[in-house]
């Protein structure tokens, strides 16, 4: 089993600060290959997500570097979602008290893969979003939107929430409820499929026949590649006026 993975990440054209971290983690180990990817997008609307965004992603990063090699010797995937909920629910109490103590407000997205040998686990609060890429692309995540949510509740069409002023509004992410529920997902990796992992920054003004004619499997398979059709799609997204910081990482394994 073989890794690839490849991150771009852009400041855009209108903010101040890039509140959006990536987490690209790759590691062989006694039980075989390991990698952690993952996006947190600190909230544009609040002060500080950057701080937020940031927090997060050194969690799991430290956890990968400490701890994961441990678990791996009695590797459970059941254990495994129950550590990573725990994880984010405690983060989430320490943003928000950090929060209170401050005076200010911060939140971030949480969205991410986590991978042994051919065996896969997602994780996602917010609206940062997983996709797969193999014959045709497939949304893995749901979005924890207010649109989203009156899609399904049938009070709003897909097309009227692209325009809707509250497309933005987050019904769930990190450093805000005290009340969570992340979206926790187990699966087997596909040999010669590409996931993206991505901002909403990155996908608000491209299609998703856009994305995936641009990251298709059979075209982009090697990491040089890949950072090349992901940095050539920020450039068609900023040339395009999104506003809000644009970051994506793709992800592939092959036997």
Request: charged content about 25%; glycine content about 8%.
């Amino acid at each position: 089993m073989n890794y690839t993975v490849a991150a771009e990440t852009d400041i855009g054209i209108s903010k101040k600060v890039n509140q959006d971290s990536i987490c690209v983690k790759n590691a062989r180990t006694k039980q075989g290959k390991a990698a952690l990817v993952m996006i947190c997008d600190g909230m544009g609307g609040l002060s500080k997500g950057e701080l937020a965004s940031a927090e997060v992603v050194r969690s799991f990063s430290d956890w990968f570097d400490y701890e994961l090699a441990y678990e791996l010797e009695n590797w459970s995937w059941r254990d495994a979602g129950q550590s990573v909920l725990n994880r984010l629910r405690s983060l989430n109490s320490r943003i928000i008290g950090y929060g209170q103590r401050n005076g200010v407000q911060l939140g971030t997205t949480a969205t991410g893969i986590i991978a042994v040998n051919n065996q896969m686990m997602t994780f996602h609060i917010g609206d940062s979003r997983i996709y797969k890429l193999s014959y045709r692309i497939k949304q893995l995540t749901e979005d924890h939107t207010f649109v989203n949510r009156e899609i399904k509740n049938g009070n709003m069409t897909s097309e009227q929430a692209k325009s809707d002023p509250r497309r933005n509004a987050l019904t769930q992410c990190i450093g805000v409820s005290g009340d969570i529920t992340p979206e926790i997902k187990f699966g087997t990796i596909e040999s010669g499929t590409n996931y993206l992992i991505c901002s909403d920054g990155f996908r608000h003004v491209v299609t998703e026949e856009e994305i995936f004619g641009g990251l298709s499997p059979k075209l982009v398979t090697t990491g040089s590649s890949m950072k090349a059709k992901l940095r050539e799609l920020i450039e068609t997204v900023k040339s395009r006026k999104e506003q809000d910081n644009i970051s994506a990482v793709m992800f592939r394994a092959e036997y």
